[in-house]
């Protein structure tokens, strides 16, 4: 009986799914069995009315969004065109990521499993639901349901009993072959970087845009407890066009010192040279990395050194150490017995990989550089919303960075790596600082006709799209701008006060603010709202406007509908379960936009 080929797709914002798809993807191999691991957008999706087996990994994101990669295959997926008997040829999985704290929780897994069905897919398993908020987080759901799944595929496609399963003690093959060079290339260290500061097309991960920094300005005051920045970049001779709702990715590099102390720990020359050659034909370069390219230049500008181990990283290690002591304490943090102690050990205080390897040096000081890729994920883009207009700032790009830093029980601070390196560049230096970055369109979609009304909502930095979209609006002589603000205090961070103000005096824009921390009792933007209910309710339903919302995931979402809802109810006198459908319309006709984050 010929073994199928087991198709893993992932869908992943923040790269847990497309870890836990590679995961699978090992296990595969380690079973002897054909396997592809891809991202859903990545897949010619009508190849699979032709696939025997799938296994979906796909995460959660925002308010029960599906990850930007798999986007597409999303649209795809629920044409109402398709047969109901397209997948009648498919066995499938459905593995899902989320947080039990957001009210759409793995809506995206859940969506995903009942549609399969519909067009004739056979469930092996109910969908499994991670949930990050478990104290073991997504693997205490993870692998029991893993574990159901290989006994299902193995009694459905056993493999021959001549070919035995490859033991989790031993490590797969590498990825790729380091090829290291005895004679130093003729390249310059501007050759080694994929960005370009004068591209011919659009710039986009693959050809990011090196965009000089000209300010770096920080905007909260002296006592405030968090660095926010205004950081402006210049974007002549780019091909870079964008709109209000636009967003703007950035691709951060490691530190110096974490580079040289990497280098030191794991034995490597930072300044060899090597090309890479992949183990299996048909594999291609990892993507965004130059060859020949530097050791230095892998880690300082590749390998996400300063991120938050996950278990596989323990499994490989575990693999490759041929320290007795390290290989056992390795051995039982990546296990599944091992996972309260893997995570109050790392996840808890955020232990980095860098940390995770100092604590394992003779493990470290041995790992053999072709298993770097297959160990250390790549450093991920960062997604900022684009806080100017080209019309009110030509040739430039602006956004507001808060610059993340906080304490765990470890000696030193945990920085975020993105919000640090930036907050750390210095535009009046020698020489040019560049930034690679390049622009995607946001979620957020302003209305072009000139006479409608906008309500924007915005916490905190989640103020910088509406920036755009005022100057861009007030750029075309569009009035009725609302803005509802909502900071901790006016004098250390109300930001854009004084552009505000001038607008308001001009009669392009109504402000209201709510500084959370001026009275004993909190004021946050949902009060403002239900205070001026009249105002909203004339806005919404006399005048068509279109309401949006931006700032952190967690509370405000939810806070803002139930201030919408008893505005429904109280001004436009409907039902609980009216002002519920009328909430509903809004969101489905783009008339009510959010743009959160965790």
């Given at each position: 009986?010929?073994?199928?080929?087991?198709?893993?797709?992932?869908?992943?914002?923040?790269?847990?799914?497309?870890?836990?798809?590679?995961?699978?993807?090992?296990?595969?191999?380690?079973?002897?069995?054909?396997?592809?691991?891809?991202?859903?957008?990545?897949?010619?999706?009508?190849?699979?009315?032709?696939?025997?087996?799938?296994?979906?990994?796909?995460?959660?994101?925002?308010?029960?969004?599906?990850?930007?990669?798999?986007?597409?295959?999303?649209?795809?997926?629920?044409?109402?065109?398709?047969?109901?008997?397209?997948?009648?040829?498919?066995?499938?999985?459905?593995?899902?990521?989320?947080?039990?704290?957001?009210?759409?929780?793995?809506?995206?897994?859940?969506?995903?499993?009942?549609?399969?069905l519909q067009l004739g897919g056979s469930a092996l398993l109910p969908p499994c639901l991670g949930d990050d908020q478990h104290e073991l987080g997504p693997d205490a759901a993870i692998d029991p349901w893993v574990g159901d799944l290989w006994e299902k595929i193995m009694v459905m496609?056993?493999?021959p009993l001549d070919i035995p399963e490859i033991p989790h003690g031993v490590p797969l093959p590498s990825k790729f072959?380091?090829?290291?060079?005895?004679?130093?290339?003729?390249?310059?260290?501007?050759?080694?970087?994929?960005?370009?500061?004068?591209?011919?097309?659009?710039?986009?991960?693959?050809?990011?845009?090196?965009?000089?920094?000209?300010?770096?300005?920080?905007?909260?005051?002296?006592?405030?407890?968090?660095?926010?920045?205004?950081?402006?970049?210049?974007?002549?001779?780019?091909?870079?066009?964008?709109?209000?709702?636009?967003?703007?990715?950035?691709?951060?590099?490691?530190?110096?010192?974490?580079?040289?102390?990497?280098?030191?720990v794991l034995c490597l020359d930072p300044n060899q040279f090597f090309t890479l050659k992949p183990r299996e034909p048909g594999v291609p370069d990892p993507p965004g990395l130059p060859q020949p390219c530097?050791?230095?230049?892998?880690?300082?500008?590749?390998?996400?050194?300063?991120?938050?181990?996950?278990?596989?990283?323990?499994?490989?290690?575990?693999?490759?150490?041929?320290?007795a002591l390290e290989r056992e304490k390795l051995l039982e943090l990546s296990s599944a017995r091992g996972q309260e102690e893997l995570w109050e050990y790392c996840n808890r205080p955020r232990r980095t990989i860098l940390e995770v390897l100092c604590d394992f040096p003779h493990t470290a000081g041995a790992i053999p550089p072709?298993?770097?890729?297959?160990?250390?994920?790549?450093?991920?883009?960062?997604?900022?919303?684009?806080?100017?207009?080209?019309?009110?700032?030509?040739?430039?790009?602006?956004?507001?960075?808060?610059?993340?830093?906080?304490?765990?029980?470890?000696?030193?601070?945990?920085?975020?790596?993105?919000?640090?390196?930036?907050?750390?560049?210095?535009?009046?230096?020698?020489?040019?600082?560049?930034?690679?970055?390049?622009v995607r369109p946001g979620s957020l979609v302003f209305p072009e006709t000139p006479d409608t009304p906008i309500i924007m909502v915005g916490a905190g930095t989640g103020v910088a799209p509406f920036r755009a979209a005022i100057q861009e609006r007030v750029a075309h002589g569009q009035t009725g701008n609302f803005l509802f603000f909502g900071c901790r205090q006016r004098d250390q961070d109300f930001y854009w006060q004084t552009e505000w103000q001038k607008l308001e005096q001009k009669g392009c824009l109504t402000l209201v603010t709510a500084f959370s921390r001026e009275q004993e009792k909190k004021v946050y933007v949902q009060h403002r709202l239900r205070e001026l209910g009249p105002l909203v309710w004339e806005l919404l339903d006399g005048q068509g406007a279109y309401f949006y919302l931006a700032g952190n995931a967690k509370y405000l979402p939810t806070d803002v509908s139930e201030a919408l809802m008893s505005i429904f109810q109280e001004e436009g006198r409907l039902s609980t379960a009216d002002a519920s459908a009328y909430l509903a319309r809004l969101q489905q006709t783009l008339r009510f936009q959010t743009e959160t984050w965790a």
């Open positions: 009986m010929q073994v199928p080929q087991l198709l893993v797709l992932f869908g992943s914002q923040t790269g847990t799914a497309q870890d836990e798809a590679e995961r699978l993807g090992r296990e595969a191999r380690r079973r002897r069995l054909g396997c592809r691991v891809q991202a859903l957008d990545s897949y010619s999706v009508a190849n699979l009315i032709r696939e025997p087996l799938v296994i979906f990994v796909c995460a959660t994101t925002g308010q029960g969004d599906p990850p930007d990669n798999m986007k597409n295959f999303w649209r795809f997926i629920f044409r109402k065109s398709l047969p109901s008997s397209s997948l009648c040829q498919m066995d499938f999985a459905v593995l899902g990521l989320g947080d039990s704290s957001y009210a759409k929780f793995n809506f995206v897994a859940k969506k995903l499993h009942r549609r399969l496609y056993p493999v072959i380091f090829q290291f060079l005895q004679e130093v290339p003729s390249i310059g260290a501007e050759e080694l970087n994929i960005a370009s500061s004068a591209p011919q097309t659009p710039p986009s991960e693959l050809q990011p845009f090196l965009a000089p920094v000209i300010t770096n300005q920080r905007v909260t005051g002296p006592q405030h407890f968090q660095d926010v920045r205004l950081i402006e970049f210049d974007i002549t001779d780019s091909n870079i066009s964008f709109a209000a709702g636009d967003v703007v990715f950035i691709l951060p590099s490691n530190s110096e010192a974490h580079t040289q102390q990497f280098c030191q530097t050791v230095w230049h892998l880690v300082s500008q590749y390998l996400d050194i300063a991120s938050v181990p996950r278990r596989s990283f323990f499994e490989l290690l575990a693999c490759l150490s041929q320290h072709d298993y770097l890729l297959d160990l250390i994920p790549r450093i991920r883009p960062r997604a900022f919303s684009i806080a100017s207009s080209l019309l009110a700032h030509p040739r430039r790009l602006q956004i507001l960075v808060a610059v993340v830093k906080y304490q765990t029980r470890l000696k030193e601070p945990r920085r975020g790596l993105c919000s640090s390196w930036l907050a750390s560049l210095n535009p009046g230096q020698a020489g040019p600082v560049r930034v690679p970055l390049w």
